[in-house]
């Protein structure tokens, strides 16, 4: 994927918390002229602890990351640096996320199923206009956004639901919280009536959907 007109020099800063996907997404941006990944994040607390001590021109980040995620470590790079471009690398396409992306202050917003040439795409409009956004995602922006997993459950339930939607059972979830088995049951039991679900493979589906767990 040589490019046709050689980017002056771009220094990149990768997060991304699966090392295949991240060592994919690296030799795809490697093989653009004058592109170079300076280094790499498993999280969003390694991705800002990493920026104390390079400074590149481009940030690209997932969304989904465990301990600080995306969205929290897009807030806090555009205080701290808030002339940075950030660039959502993702493979959650809703108008949730992509709003919230853009509210914490990413200037662009890329699927992971993209094909390699709109990487390099969104790489010179990023630089170039200051914000790159394929058709599809310019459309969810326009889209309403749906209710938030905080919108429609506490944050027990939402505790709940994530060590359900990984397949624990009432009295594993129950022994990590502390709680009693019947308490996680009737808590189950609110969840699935709140989100009008009626069986765990659809408690995995919301879970999956609104960025609770990866699949």
Excluded: W
Excluded at 15 to 20: G, K, S, T
Excluded at 79 to 89: E, I
Excluded at 132 to 147: G, N
Excluded at 166 to 172: I, L, V, Y
């Amino acid at each position: 994927m040589q490019s046709a007109v050689p980017f002056k020099p771009l220094r990149i800063v990768l997060a991304d918390d699966h090392d295949l996907v991240r060592s994919g997404i690296k030799a795809l941006l490697t093989m653009i002229d004058g592109v170079e990944v300076i280094a790499e994040a498993r999280d969003g607390r390694e991705l800002l602890t990493l920026l104390e001590g390079v400074t590149p021109d481009l940030v690209m980040t997932d969304i989904s990351m465990p301990g600080m995620d995306g969205i929290a470590a897009i807030a806090e790079i555009h205080d701290r640096y808030p002339t940075l471009k950030v660039l959502v690398l993702s493979m959650y396409d809703t108008a949730d996320f992509v709003k919230r992306a853009m509210a914490s202050g990413a200037c662009g917003y890329l699927m992971k199923d993209a094909p390699p040439f709109e990487l390099e795409q969104a790489l010179r409009s990023v630089m170039t206009m200051g914000s790159y956004f394929s058709p599809a995602i310019a459309q969810r922006r326009m889209q309403p956004s749906e209710p938030t997993a905080h919108d429609e459950l506490t944050q027990r339930q939402i505790e709940i639901l994530k060590l359900i939607a990984r397949g624990r059972a009432s009295k594993e979830i129950a022994f990590e919280l502390g709680l009693s088995s019947k308490t996680v049951d009737v808590h189950r039991a609110r969840i699935m009536d709140r989100l009008r679900l009626n069986d765990i493979a659809s408690l995995t589906l919301y879970a999956v959907r609104k960025g609770l767990i990866q699949p």
